[in-house]
């Protein structure tokens, strides 16, 4: 791991992943931090099954894809999302949550 911890959470802090990610190799193309808990969310975007979630440490992701590093700096209830590894990130606020009827 590098020296050098990018982000203000902790290595050890939960984050929400998937298993295409994890097991797959799926790239990480999506990033959340959400406004209410603070939490991370690291998504390939190709899936939405809850099924497929998996909770891991920031550390992990970021050893497995040391370039979200660039989104250390990214606010509450935002997200970032890129079309491809190696592409810029771009940003924005995220939309209000809506909760199903």
């Known amino acids: ?7 203000s959470d ?9 298993t295409k990610v994890l097991d797959e190799d799926h790239p990480i193309l999506l990033v959340t931090h959400d406004e209410d808990d603070g939490g991370w969310q690291f998504l390939c975007g190709t899936t939405n099954d809850p099924e497929d979630g998996r909770v891991v440490g920031l550390d992990c992701i970021y050893n497995r894809d040391p370039t979200v590093a660039e989104l ?3 606010p509450l209830g935002w997200r ?11 940003r924005e606020e ?8």
């Open 1 to 7: 791991m590098n020296d050098h911890w990018p982000f």
């Open 10 to 18: 902790p290595p050890n802090v939960a984050t929400i992943t998937t």
């Open 72 to 74: 250390s700096d990214l």
């Open 80 to 90: 970032a999302w890129r079309d491809a590894v190696g592409l810029p990130w771009h």
């Open 94 to 101: 995220s939309p209000p949550y809506e909760e199903e009827e």
